[in-house]
Nanobody
């Protein structure tokens, strides 16, 4: 079992930066693909970014590519989402998710689907507004 707890959300102005954290407790974190998703009011939850447990594979949604960076620190059981150049369109509840796997890398867009993740955090609110 893996428990995920997100933190770092808040209210920021357009153009600002924010770093989200997701700390995991329990087994299997160190061997999991970690993903970030977000859900805006009235919209379905959408993929943001994913990272392999080795850190060598990453994937980003087109809407955040070049602005957001996913990273992890396995010594702290924590995955991060650095968000730069935030805009009101980034306003959402951000969730992290984990999918245990034996594979240290991935390719393609296979981890963009929320249904393949086994564990989810409760989310952290990010609001971008002037």
């Amino acid at each position: 079992q893996v428990q995920l707890v997100e933190s770092g959300g808040g209210l920021v102005q357009p153009g600002s930066s924010l770093r989200l954290s997701c700390t995991a407790a329990g087994r299997a974190f160190s061997r999991s693909v970690m993903g970030w998703f977000r859900q805006s009011p009235g919209k379905e939850r959408a993929f943001v970014a994913a990272i392999s447990w080795s850190g060598t594979s990453t994937d980003y949604a087109d809407s955040v590519k070049g602005r957001f960076t996913i990273s992890q620190d396995n010594t702290k059981n924590t995955v991060y989402l650095q968000m730069n150049s935030l805009s009101p369109e980034d306003t959402a509840v951000y969730y992290c998710a984990a999918r245990p796997t034996q594979f240290s890398t991935f390719s393609g867009r296979g981890y963009r689907q929320e249904r393949i993740y086994d564990y989810w955090g409760q989310g952290t609110q990010v609001t971008v507004s002037s």
